[in-house]
């Protein structure tokens, strides 16, 4: 086996379901081993807010240098709602991760799958197939720790710069050209609230500059309050939309909404070098250790994983196993599968046989 098609993944399962989601992951992942030319090599390691509370860090050192030379990081669901820093906010090394390396996309894709439930009446038949790409080091997360508090008042300061708003925009066209190579759209739309702040406004203009550089992707301009509205009515006219951080921390959650919920949302935060692939939704503490979490999130964050991975690498085979897992899960829901959050009684291990069966 060439070592170009072997990799090493680093794992941090985190807080709450987050090892539950994890485990079924990594058995997805074992199983596209066997069917493939690839090769993985998983390292666990500690983060979250369990480990907060036993060492007084959300991750050590060690766990940082893992993933730094790692070939890609698998993050579970991370914090606690009744874990906490003195300041009151919750433990996130998700966040932590993003700045540390550099991760200034955020990719969230939201695809509606064959038999999973949508509130939006004709979704089923139109389909819905976007991505949020969510810058993730600045906006008013560039504040994050910093805000000053006083007995009248509370600040915290928004930051964007040229830097990253051209790196987040060029990420996003190049983007929205691989998925016009791939029969889509291929269209993005840079989301923001230019007729009020002059930072949107600068975010926008630089947005329009890029824009020059990738004349074959058709682009538009919308503030985030009608995209919104847009979103729930017909969500199927999206195609890539690109926005600050805390808009797009908002608008993924509504995206996710529409594709039968935060279960079956995954993600990714990206930069120039490393990247962490994780689902969107929490930790529930609610249902840990119970069967009932949904991995479909993380199992797709995985094929996520393995489609960066081929494009990083140059190594077709990753994308292709990465394609094998979304048909595998497209499968097992068109087939009936249904998750206990849809009302149904399928929890983790019985989404994690049925996608091992698809496989």
Known sequence: MSANNAFHIAVLAGDGIGPEVMASTIEVLRKIETKSGLSFRFTEAP???????????SMPDTTIKLCEDADAILLGACGLPSVRYPDNTEIAPQIELRFIFDLYAGVRPARLIPGVPSPIVGADQRGIDLVVIRESTEGLFASMGKGVVTHEEARETMVITRKTSERLFEFSFRLAERRKARGKPGALACVDKANVFKAFAFFRGIFDEIAKRHPEVKTDRLYVDACSAMLVKRPWDFDVMVMENMFGDIVSDITASLIGGLGMAPSADIGDKYAVFQPCHGTAPDIMGQGKANPTGMILSAAMM????????????????GEQIERAVDKVYAGGLK???????????????????AL
Not at 306 to 321: F, R, Y
Not at 339 to 353: H, L, Q, R
Request: charged share 20%; net charge negative.
């Open 47 to 57: 983060a979250g807010a369990n480990h907060y509370l036993a060492t007084g860090k």
């Open 339 to 357: 998750p206990m959050e849809f009302g149904g009684s399928n929890g983790t291990a019985d989404i994690t046989k049925a996608v091992l069966a």
């Open 306 to 321: 393995l489609d960066w991975l081929a494009d990083k690498h140059g190594v077709e085979g990753a994308a292709e196993a």
